[in-house]
């Protein structure tokens, strides 16, 4: 054989491969997109931990807004007080943090506190929640309570993501009882999430998260809402 057509052949053996290539790397990504916890629902996830982190005089004065591009959650307060207070915690709290961000997938390096918005967002929520009271009470289902979520089956893909967050916290070697709440958190936004899906509420146009209460003309969900507010602000106080 001439080295021409051998080299030619060797091309068109390269060719004929690369698309196994290309099949392994798209079963790969719908792996792990069926099997990993969704960013999304990771971040309110971990907003919604803090509630069970912070001392009890803070949980009333504090509000988890977002969790950044720097692996930072960050959190609006009342006043300078609140967060001078808290910052004295911050090493504590990003401790008590961290565990349930490892399990999720999450890397937490800090916490920042947002000193300016705590009153004014407090407000549009407030105003939002209204306005939706008043046109969607009757075409919405109100959210469920926990006794209603959790005596419902989850469905296969939820329930793998239950299990795959279980082994990761056991290959974490967490207390009992961080491992207890920490599932329970997940497996409450799961359900949450599934109910949704079935009662078919409306997903945010930047996301895709559903909630009952959308924000503004480009119907975003709350998270999106406030990093776009936030945006058009100062940049967050530290």
Wanted: glycine content about 4%.
């Amino acid at each position: 054989m001439r080295e021409s057509d051998a080299s030619s052949q060797n091309r068109k053996r390269f060719r004929r491969r690369k698309p196994s290539i290309t099949s392994i790397s798209t079963v790969l990504t719908q792996v792990a997109g069926k099997f990993g916890l969704e960013r999304r629902m990771k971040e309110h996830a971990l907003m919604s931990v803090w509630f069970d982190v912070v001392d009890e005089p803070f949980k009333n004065c504090s509000r988890p807004l977002f969790y950044d591009h720097d692996g930072n959650l960050v959190v609006s307060v009342r006043d300078a007080s609140v967060a001078q207070e808290l910052s004295f915690q911050r090493h504590e709290l990003v401790k008590r943090l961290f565990p349930f961000a490892r399990a999720i997938g999450l890397k937490i390096n800090g916490v920042r506190f947002d000193l300016k918005h705590f009153r004014e967002l407090e407000a549009e929520s407030s105003s939002a929640e209204a306005l939706l009271s008043r046109q969607n009470e009757k075409i919405l289902p109100s959210l469920p309570e926990d006794d209603q979520l959790f005596s419902q089956e989850l469905d296969d893909e939820s329930s793998q993501e239950l299990s795959q967050l279980k082994e990761n916290l056991q290959a974490a070697g967490n207390s009992h009882e961080i491992d207890a709440r920490i599932m329970r958190i997940y497996e409450r936004e799961l359900r949450l999430k599934v109910w949704k899906e079935a009662n078919a509420l409306p997903g945010c146009s930047a996301c895709g998260y559903r909630e009952r209460r959308l924000f503004g003309e480009q119907q975003l969900c709350g998270h999106c809402h406030i990093i776009k507010r936030l945006s058009s602000f100062n940049k967050v106080e530290d």
